[in-house]
């Protein structure tokens, strides 16, 4: 295995040890948490992919962009993933939040977000890394 694939590999697979990770969150009700870590998951899911076509993603975070590409920052994008825009925007919404209380409008993250919450980004963040292993 070449370098460029082994290091992709390295990236997905802590996506998937992300998303596990995420899973425990969820069921010890850390729901703000498993929001935020299904986004990472996601997002270390689609760099690996533009660490595997040797494209730089850094230092974009946006799902919505690495999948959708953006001239301005030098992003490709992943043509073959289009399908989950709606998901990474989804993801996206989670990424400050989760972590902030000045990103809700009142009390904290920990008592905002809800095992539905938890749930609902587990699922979407599955579809992607799901989806960006079948690239491999």
Not at 86 to 97: C, F, S, T
Request: aromatic share 8%.
């Amino acid at each position: 295995m070449d370098k460029r694939k082994e290091e992709a590999n390295r990236w997905l697979r802590q996506a998937e040890n992300d998303l596990k990770t995420a899973g425990d969150m969820v069921e010890k009700e850390n729901y703000n948490w498993a929001c935020f870590v299904c986004q990472q998951a996601a997002e270390k899911a689609l760099k690996s992919v533009y660490i595997l076509r040797a494209e730089s993603s850094e230092p974009v975070h946006s799902l919505f962009y690495l999948l959708r590409g953006d001239t301005k920052k030098g992003l490709k994008g992943i043509p073959e993933l289009q399908n989950m825009t709606r998901e990474a925007q989804e993801l996206d919404k989670v990424y400050i939040p989760t972590r902030y209380p000045n990103g809700i409008p009142a009390g904290i993250p920990s008592e905002f977000y809800t095992k539905e919450d938890g749930e609902k980004c587990l699922r979407m963040a599955r579809k992607i890394v799901g989806a960006v292993k079948k690239l491999f």
